[in-house]
């Protein structure tokens, strides 16, 4: 049986290739529930994440008017674009059904929840998604809870190991 070769940012079980990701979104945040997003892109954009420049550590997403915007994402220049390349950090309208965006929309003004796009990949169709999830700012305290169980977790999975 041959073995699978193991690709840098791809997940094997869903054939996703992973282009940027939010790692401190789910240290600030308590996400309670997720949703997969299309986005509007240019072809300079989809060349450029191609190649791997993009960062959302910075990004968040609104809703102006019944549309969805996903702000202050980074996408780095493609070089082969002379002129007609992109602008770097612009707003990117994201593809969701009018319902979804309503029950986001009463979910913010109502429980003060933030949308928070916690991962951008290629999915097995070769589309560009951005998972984004809908979650809670944590305070200090919680963050440091989640701190301790986390180092407990890894020193009680050592402590299972070495004993056999």
């Known amino acids: 049986m041959a073995k699978k070769k193991k690709d840098k940012g791809k997940d094997y ?3 996703a290739k992973t282009v940027a990701e939010n790692r401190k979104a789910r240290y600030n945040y308590e996400v309670l529930e997720t949703v997969e997003a299309g986005i509007m892109l240019l072809g300079s ?8 420049g993009s960062n959302i ?3 968040y997403a609104s809703i102006e008017g019944n549309e969805l ?6 996408i780095a220049e493609y070089t ?3 002129r007609e390349n992109h602008q770097l950090r612009r707003h990117r309208k994201l593809l969701l059904k009018r319902k979804e965006i309503d029950k986001m929309r009463a979910k913010i003004q109502q429980d ?7 991962k951008m990949y290629f999915n097995e169709r070769g589309m560009v998604k951005l998972l984004l999830g809908l979650g809670k700012g944590k305070k ?16 009680k999975a050592r402590l299972m190991r ?3």
């Open 112 to 118: 003060g929840i933030t949308v928070v796009p916690l």
């Open 140 to 155: 200090n305290h919680d963050k440091r809870q989640s701190e301790k169980s986390k180092d407990w977790a890894r020193d």
């Open 45 to 52: 954009e989809v060349k450029s994440l191609r190649h791997g």
């Open 80 to 82: 082969r674009a002379n």
């Open 57 to 59: 550590a910075e990004s």
């Open 13 to 15: 079980i869903t054939g």
């Open 69 to 74: 915007f996903l702000i202050n994402s980074h």
């Open 162 to 164: 070495d004993r056999g």
